[in-house]
């Protein structure tokens, strides 16, 4: 009785000891395989990794403070790049003691290593005007912002009003900090009758 136990406790420690050495041996090999093709172990990296619908978020500033509000419809995160497509995108600046400026557009892509949003279709930019500040709209149909530096730019065709007057060019370079717009190529002015300033 003594040896038939004996006997099956080997081998039931033989079947644990050969279990556990495929378990591991299986873990290194797909390890390995992971580390030579991380397309393999990680899914397609090129498929979404989440989809978030009706979302928002704030950026905040090196001291704590909100530097611009970013709404959407629907944001698809790609891990290949590190980029999101935004549907319905409008971001919001918060600079202290400034009025707003808001853009909208029909698509974003949001290249989050750079920190750099590409908008596309029917791209809207709005700003108020201030005691300190004419009223301001931009119209184009694709702007790449830079929100860390607070500059815009675009190779399409733009039509902007500020207060009165009405611009229109191709291309075009805006730092929100300075207040300076810079039009590339040759474009129009429409300055109203002194009357109508």
């Known amino acids: 009785m003594q040896k038939s136990r004996t006997a ?11 279990g556990i050495f495929i378990a591991l041996g299986s873990f290194w090999l797909l390890e390995v395989v992971q580390r030579e093709d991380p397309k393999l172990g990680g899914g397609d990296l090129s498929e979404p990794d989440y989809i978030v619908e009706k979302f928002s978020f704030v950026r905040m500033t090196t001291e704590g403070k909100p530097h611009y509000l970013f709404y959407g419809a629907k944001l ?7 980029v999101s497509l935004v549907e319905r995108p409008m971001m919001q600046n918060m600079t202290p003691g400034e009025q707003p400026m808001m853009i909208n557009s029909l698509t974003a892509t949001i290249r989050h290593q750079e920190n750099v949003v590409d908008l596309l279709g029917r791209v809207d930019v709005l700003r108020p005007a201030s005691p300190t500040a004419q009223y301001l709209r931009l119209k184009t149909e694709a702007l790449t912002v830079l929100p860390d530096e607070d500059r815009m730019r675009s190779n399409q065709k733009v039509v902007m009003t500020l207060g009165q007057t009405t611009v229109a060019g191709m291309g075009m370079e805006a730092n929100n900090a300075t207040r300076q717009i810079q039009f590339k190529g040759r474009g129009q002015i429409v300055v109203p009758p002194n009357a109508a300033r």
């Open 8 to 18: 099956h406790r080997w081998r039931l420690l033989f079947t644990l000891t050969v």
């Open 76 to 82: 698809t995160h790609h891990p290949e790049g590190d």
